[in-house]
């Protein structure tokens, strides 16, 4: 929002646009060697990492891209 009118509502927008691409089909997105699923915003650099597991999609993490994925691995487990 500091950079432009609007953004926020852009970004939150593309995330739920994710959040729906991620429901209609989770088995479309490969594992990574975190062992979750990453999904990239389109628009955004952003991706989230979710886990899918037999009734339920986990949402993980959302990061940004320029951020050090090792250091959530870590964390994480």
């Given at each position: 929002e500091d950079k432009r009118e609007g953004l926020g509502e852009e970004f939150i927008a593309e995330y739920l646009a994710a959040i729906r691409r991620i429901h209609d089909n989770p088995l479309l997105f490969a594992i990574a060697a975190n062992g979750l699923r990453p999904c990239r915003l389109k628009r955004f650099s952003y991706i989230i990492h979710f886990d899918v597991?037999?009734?339920?999609?986990?949402?993980?993490?959302?990061?940004?891209?320029?951020?050090?994925?090792?250091?959530?691995?870590?964390?994480?487990?």
């Open positions: 597991s037999a009734n339920d999609i986990l949402i993980v993490a959302l990061m940004g891209t320029e951020r050090d994925e090792s250091a959530f691995i870590h964390r994480n487990g």
